[in-house]
């Protein structure tokens, strides 16, 4: 088993740019989560998914979108990318919700110029 | 907003002894989990205790739970090298989010 994969782990970008970060996990889980991570910081939930075809605000979602077709993929997508939004993000998966561990993937490290 | 809050903020100790960091939360909770992050990596999940818990251990971990001083505290035993890492709570009070404190950056000097 892979686990919990994203793609890519680097990215540049220039302010406006647009791009579209993947995460896939191979473990029939239904739950799906973005989180960022700033320096000195814990991580703040995005958005998340509690099943396929379903998406949900978290605590940090303007500027984001996201979308869950298949259930072992969670899209996170950055429509014109600001300064703000450089940050390390990952995707976690659970499979039955906060009252069980999540599974985190490897970050993807943004930079927005 | 942070729910869970870490203290130390940094931890430096050699390799031998033992390590204590504690989290403290505003909200009534259902259940409390401890994470670790090697640099540059991914979280890892350590241990869950549910709010009717108050000890929980794992191999060299003991993690307790008080709920009326709304506080958890996670001890690594005979600390490694390995054991180098941040360490993170995070508390399901707000549903089906986890939200996270600001973590334990751990050192462990050989």
């Known amino acids: 088993n892979a686990g919990v994969t994203q793609t890519p782990k680097f990215r540049v970008l220039k302010t406006g740019q647009s791009m579209t970060l993947l995460c896939a996990q191979d473990m029939n889980h239904e739950y799906m989560y973005w989180y960022r991570q700033d320096p000195g910081m814990g991580l703040r939930l995005i958005h998340y998914?509690?099943?396929?075809?379903?998406?949900a605000k978290g605590e940090v979602p303007d500027g984001y979108n996201v979308s869950r077709l298949k259930k072992q993929n969670f899209l996170l997508g950055l429509e014109s990318a600001a300064p703000s939004q450089t940050s390390v993000y990952f995707c976690?998966?659970?499979?039955?919700?906060?009252?069980?561990?999540?599974?985190f993937g490897p970050g993807t490290r943004l930079t927005v110029t | 907003s942070q729910q869970g809050e870490e203290d130390p903020q940094a931890l430096s100790i050699q390799e031998g002894e033992n390590a204590t960091m504690n989290c403290s939360y505003k909200?009534?909770?259902?259940?409390l989990q401890w994470y670790r992050q090697n640099s540059g990596r991914g979280l890892v999940h350590l241990i869950l205790?549910?709010?009717?818990?108050r000890e929980k251990h794992s191999g060299r971990l003991r993690v307790t739970l008080d709920t009326s001083k709304k506080s958890s505290s996670l001890l690594i035993t005979a600390s490694r090298a390995a054991d180098t890492a941040s360490y993170f709570c995070a508390t399901d009070s707000l549903g089906q989010k986890l939200v996270f404190g600001q973590g334990t950056r751990l050192t462990i000097n050989p």
């Open positions: 909200t009534s909770i259902n259940n």
């Open positions: 976690a998966s659970s499979p039955f919700g906060v009252t069980y561990e999540q599974y």
């Open positions: 998914s509690v099943g396929e075809g379903t998406t």
């Open positions: 205790i549910r709010s009717n818990e």
